[in-house]
């Protein structure tokens, strides 16, 4: 017998469920049915792939390997296909969003995907920009958008938009009352920076410190390893500088002028991506394109 794509889809199946009966049902196939593909499949390898648990069943160690090499072989085989139809994608696509950006962009952005290639399966994760160039390099994530991301090998790059930076600042600042600040006016002033990691420079932090220093600025940079500025609701000290956010009501807003830019790129790992990578940064900078001109045109 030789080995078809159906049987390495349905043994992916069988080991995201972890049980025969379930994988069968995702299968729309019987249970016996299912069995017999994952014994003609095992008869091939040479080797068992699954052993069974209390719970279901659980992977061998041949199996482990053959499911990361059933992964690229499905990749490889949906690229293959989607020759003919560049324009109708299909298929998953685990797609990290950052955590800068507000979220309300992003979930309007992931939906208009769906709608536009409803046969693409997105499945969405949200982390700071290095976190998620760490799961497109492992290949947790099939593609990422990222703000300012720190240039690795092995990845490529593609911009989607330039988003404008303001001060973000607690409410009882005493920048708060202004109605636009520069990047003069915050010389010796706390800035707080957000992401710090020990093995990796921010390419976002990196970026706001080479602004501040071709501007001749020096600011007092408080540097914190968390995800986002937790403390900016409570701090009343806090100020930070970034595009748009997901703040408390208790930190507003003053823009920068002039206004300096960073941009949003889309992340994925170097080499031939299947028709729903490929499709997806295209699609971005157009959406974003069309949300930010109606932002501008709305009074």
Partial sequence: MSVELRHLRAFVVVAEEAHVGRAAKRLFISQPALSRQMQQLEREVGAPLLIRTPQGVALTETGTELLDRAHVALEAAEDALAVGRLAAPRGPLTLGLPLAGKRDRWFDLVQAFMRQYPEVEVSPRIALTEELQDQVLAGELDGAIGLTPARRAGLTYTHLHEEPLSVFLHVEHPLATRTELSL????????TLVGKRRDQPSGHDAALRALFTAAGVTPRYVVTAEL?????????DYLGVSGAHDFPPTVTRVPLVPAPTLPFEFIQRAGAARAAVRAFAPFAAEHLAASCAERIATP
């Fill in 184 to 191: 003069q006016d915050l010389e010796g002033v706390r800035v």
């Fill in 228 to 236: 986002f500025p937790a403390r900016a609701g409570l701090a009343s």
